[in-house]
């Protein structure tokens, strides 16, 4: 064999080498066939009652919600606010503050306004009830059977009341006023009939579409809900200007561009600290003067709570965090060096 020969040999070897090998394709695991598995197991059947279950409590959740949210707003909003007070407090740092603590810091005067509100709503609720006693009425009425079954009946007679005199109504006008006659009418004329149905969807589902635009963009609607948006905007640009005064002057804009999160922090742990016992210290007074001693009417509670409502929102929610933030400010600037 000649060199020539052998060294295309070699070649051809090598390239035969050097190309890659042809992966092999795994081969598919076959899935063991499954037994037949029943429409309805107990798994199923006690996942779908806990499912039914969770409906229902989501129902009730939401209904308490909104009664907690509308209905006792100042307790709601004094709840959300002391949850913000206490996801300020719960962490310290020697950073800057964040557009979240700017945030709460402009609150703080709402919480004690809040605040005060709920005491004297309670107050005023327990003055009331001294008079007309609605709340032992109230209980007796509950704890009477005859006024649910009442409230049961009440809730029946209505719903007939809709079925004799709306529903039934109705369902016999269309059973042998429009069912009825149109089926006499496609008896004595298929071609005029089947016209006459296109035309009754075309046009009434164009008379619809008609009146819900017009609803959209009545100017009855529109004038409520202006109304009521011009209102809550009122409110919205009334609150950020308040927070917007509380930032610059109570809590003082030097403050907040120079010190730390910390510095703000003991500030607010010692607003709560005397809230704390303010709120025991007016307790202690109710009781010793009321309920001990006898000194106290109705009267003069309601009195008091307007007065210690008061005091706590002006003393501390307004005086007390411009003055600790003043103190505290001044007491921890760096002394100046005489030259």
């Not at 009477?144 to 719903?159: C, K, L, N, V």
């Not at 030097?254 to 809230?275: A, G, H, M």
Request: proline content about 2%; hydrophobic content about 55%; overall charge positive.
């Amino acid at each position: 064999m000649s060199e020539k020969a052998i060294e295309m040999e070699e070649e051809e070897i090598v390239e035969v080498e050097t190309q890659p090998k042809k992966e092999k394709k795994p081969k598919k695991e076959k899935k063991p066939k499954k037994g037949k598995v029943s429409k309805i197991d107990a798994k199923g059947f006690f996942s779908a009652i806990w499912v039914g279950i969770l409906f229902v409590l989501k129902i009730f959740w939401k209904i308490l919600k909104f009664f907690l949210k509308y209905v006792l707003f100042p307790f709601w909003y004094t709840g959300v606010l002391f949850v913000k007070t206490y996801k300020f407090l719960r962490v310290r740092s020697k950073g800057p503050l964040t557009e979240d603590d700017k945030k709460y810091l402009s609150l703080i005067p709402t919480l004690f306004f809040m605040m005060a509100i709920c005491i004297i709503i309670v107050y005023l609720v327990f003055y009331l009830d001294s008079i007309y006693n609605f709340w032992e009425a109230t209980k007796e009425i509950i704890a009477d059977y005859g006024f649910w079954a009442s409230i049961g009946q009440g809730i029946a007679d209505f719903f007939v009341g809709i079925y004799n005199g709306i529903l039934l109504p109705i369902g016999i006008f269309i059973k042998y006023d429009v069912i009825f006659g149109f089926a006499d009418f496609i008896n004595s004329g298929q071609w005029v009939a089947a016209f006459v149905l296109l035309a009754i969807l075309v046009v009434g589902t164009g008379l619809i579409i008609l009146l819900v635009n017009l609803a959209r963009k009545g100017k009855v609607f529109k004038v409520i809900k202006n109304f009521f948006v011009k209102i809550k905007n009122g409110i919205v640009k009334a609150h950020d200007a308040v927070r917007k005064f509380v930032l610059k002057y109570l809590i003082g804009e030097k403050y907040i561009e120079t010190r730390s999160k910390n510095f703000f922090w003991v500030n607010v742990f010692l607003q709560v600290l005397v809230t704390l016992f303010f709120l025991i210290f007016s307790i202690y007074l109710v009781v010793k003067f009321y309920m001990i001693d006898g000194l106290w009417a109705q009267i003069d509670i309601m009195r008091f709570a307007s007065f210690a409502a008061a005091m706590l929102f002006a003393g501390v929610g307004i005086f007390a965090t411009w003055f600790f933030n003043i103190v505290h400010g001044v007491s921890t600037s760096p002394i100046k060096k005489e030259k």
